[in-house]
C-alpha cells in the first residue's frame, strides 16, 4: 500500500477534526458539546506529537512506539469521556448526572485494572503493552456503553436530531473499530491492513461535522424514524 495513500487520508481525517471544531465555534456549540470538540482537538495535538515524533526518531524507535500508543490511549479515554457527555445530554432532564459520572468513573477504573492484569506478566514492553490493552478494552466498554445509549434514546423518545446522530455515528465508529481489531489478529501482515485504521478515523469526524452544520439544536427527528432505523 502506497506511504501517500495513507498520508493523504491521515492528512484529510485531521482537516475533517479541524473542521469540526470550527463548525461548533460558527454554530456557537463548541461549550455546549465541549467535551466533542475536547476530543478532536486532542486528536490534532496527537497528530502533532505523533509527527514530531516520527520526523526526528524514526517509524522504528522507541520514542515513536511509546508517543503513538500513549497518545492513542488518551484518545480513547477522551472519546469514553465524549460518550459520557452524550449520557449527560440524553439523561439531563432525569437528574441522573451524578450516578452517570460515578458509574463511568467506576467503569474506567475497573477497565484499567483489568488492563493492567492481562499484560502484568509480562516485563518487556510493560507500558506500551498497557496503553494498546487498555486503548482496546476501552473501545469494547465503549461499544456496549453506546448501544445501551441508542436503547435509551428509542426508550426514551429522545428526537434532537444532533443527539440521535451523533450516537448512531458513535455506535457505528465504535462497531467498526471492534472488527479491525480482529481483522488485523487474522491477517496483520496484510496490506490493506495498514489502510484500515486511517480510514475508519476519517469517519467519525466527517459524521459529526456534517450533522453539526447541517442541523441546528432545535432540529428534531420524528420518533417513528428512530424505530425505523432501529429495525
Known sequence: MSSSIITFIWYFG???ELAFVVCSLVRRSFLRYFFLNLYFLSALSSSVARDFALSQFGVNSHEYRYTYFYTDALLTLALYVALISLYAHVFGELRFGRYIRLTAVLLLLGTALFSYGV????????????????????YFVGLVLTYILWGAVLKLRESRTRIVQFVLSLGLYFSAYAASYALVNLASKSAEMYILAPVLGCFLPLSWTFTMWRH?????????RL????R
Do not use: C, K
Open 216 to 224: 441546528t439544536d432545535d432540529s428534531r427527528l420524528v420518533p417513528a
Open 119 to 138: 499484560v502484568a506478566q509480562s516485563t518487556e514492553r510493560l507500558s506500551t503493552n498497557f496503553a494498546y490493552v487498555l486503548s482496546q478494552n476501552l
Open 14 to 16: 485531521t482537516a475533517l
Open 227 to 230: 424505530l425505523a432505523v432501529a
